[in-house]
């Protein structure tokens, strides 16, 4: 069965720091993962996702994620920190039926 | 295009009642799938519907059910309402449910049982 494991519940970062959110997933089969942001009050909106192609992705709001099979990770990066990045951050895999998720990622971004 | 939309945003209801929430799908997407979002058990997987039938089901009781009308739209209904029936639940559309296909989220009903 496919699952996702994310590392951290929450993740403190100052302004203009490095953005890591770390994902880890198991799957039986070739993987589609994806990642998701929400904001209070709102549903999830797609950041970005892997389908098999290029390995490094570029998402939306200048998150990019890295796909490595051989530590069965897709981290989550942005190379500097803006205030409305603070929010939750799902990472997903896709079980050719439905979304599998982790228990999220609480970002706060410090001023 | 509009995105999914979700109706309504927020419910009260009591327990022992019955509910029934709404969704409308991005157009030309014919797969909608709904999710329960809680604090303690995360995102779940409910259902999703396709061309007017249930083709995937979660691990939730017959108290969950739901339908897909033929303009795509959908309606979960959730009876007998407990009190951890508590939830956002989230509506997605996707163009088919075959592999590739991304769900894209409405904004979700905030249901409290009191």
């Known amino acids: 069965a496919q699952s996702v494991t994310q590392l951290g519940s929450h993740v403190s970062v100052s302004e203009g720091a490095l953005v890591l959110l770390r994902c880890n997933y198991s799957?039986?089969?070739?993987?589609?993962l994806f990642w998701y942001v929400q904001y209070p009050n709102q549903g999830l909106q797609l950041l970005l996702k892997y389908t098999s192609a290029a390995t490094l992705v570029k998402g939306i709001n200048g998150f990019e994620a890295e796909f490595k099979k051989s530590e069965t990770s897709f981290h989550l990066t942005k190379p500097s920190a803006h205030m409305s990045d603070a929010a939750e951050y799902f990472c997903a895999v896709s079980d050719r039926v439905k979304l599998v998720f982790g228990a999220g990622t609480i970002l706060r971004v410090k001023s | 295009k509009a995105g999914v939309t979700q109706t309504p945003r927020y419910l009260i209801k009591t327990r022992g009642q019955q509910v029934t929430l709404s969704c409308s799908p991005i157009s030309g997407h014919r797969s909608v799938s709904w999710y329960q979002q809680t604090p303690g058990q995360g995102l779940q997987f409910l259902f999703e519907?396709?061309?007017?039938?249930?083709?995937n089901k979660g691990n939730f009781p017959g108290r969950f059910s739901g339908r897909q009308f033929s303009n795509s739209r959908s309606e979960m209904n959730v009876s007998t309402l407990e009190l951890g029936d508590s939830a956002l639940y989230l509506c997605?559309?996707?163009?088919?449910?075959?592999?590739?296909?991304?769900?894209?989220f409405g904004p979700g009903t905030r249901l409290t049982v009191l």
């Open positions: 997605a559309s996707s163009l088919d449910s075959a592999e590739e296909d991304t769900q894209y």
């Open positions: 799957s039986s089969v070739p993987p589609y």
């Open positions: 519907y396709f061309s007017e039938t249930q083709r």
